[in-house]
């Protein structure tokens, strides 16, 4: 068990679950966001910081010996909003761990790190980088900062290019992106007690039927996901219109996100 694991982004949507689910597995859970969230429950620490605030987050890291690292814009966004959660604020969390005890940390990394990969391509860890956006970019760019941490350093980063995590896949696009709340939950579990981590690439995916992504290089790890977004095809297909062959929800693995324009 760890001593005292850090969730960042403790607000999204994905923070709160796990804040709900993720107790187990360490004496204390500290929980931070821009904004404070609920207030602290049992062995729960609140704290409020702006990542791109290096003061903030060295005292944020410290004491940690793991960091489960949602935090950040999420979403397409302006350049200026997306520099100072995800590329500063990237630095800065690396800066902290490396000077504060080097914990392990889960990087939340994105699909749209590879999201102008078409659909019909099977893609492992060795798949070049194509972002489909500046929010694919600082992906990219967090996930240069984990492997240059753990070359240089030895930190442990597990850099999980999460597909779609929510209670179910609400569009066709997500038969193939789907992780599951239980299969996301396994996963975390699984990095903080691997004996060995490394630096692996892992794609944030349940055991769907269909499927873009390959974790052959992830194995050690011993993470199988057992969730499959085949039991809400149906529902899908009668309920949700499908996009045309040539739209690019359909062509290509970012889905709507490599159409999106550069936010001013």
Known sequence: MLKRLLITGANGGLGRMARERLGHIAETIRLSDIVAPAPAGEREEVVVCDLGDMDAVMSLVEGCDGILHL????????????????????????????????????????????????????????????????????????????????????????????????PEPVDHRMLATWLSFDDFVSLVECIFRAPRLGCPIIYGASDNDLSWWDNKAARYLGWRPKDNSSRFRDKIEKTVAKPPADAVQSVYQGGKFVADPIFE
């Open 71 to 166: 935090g950040g814009i999420s979403v397409e966004d302006t350049f200026d909003k997306i520099l100072n959660a995800n590329i500063v604020g990237v630095h800065n969390l690396y800066e902290a761990a490396r000077k504060t005890g080097k914990p392990r940390i889960f990087f939340a990394s994105s699909n749209h790190a590879i999201g102008f990969h078409r659909q019909d391509e099977y893609l492992d860890a060795s798949a070049n980088l194509q972002p489909d956006g500046l929010y694919g970019v600082s992906k990219c760019y967090g996930e240069a900062m984990a492997s240059l941490y753990h070359n240089k350093f030895g930190i442990e980063t597990a850099i999980v290019r999460i597909g779609s995590c929510f």
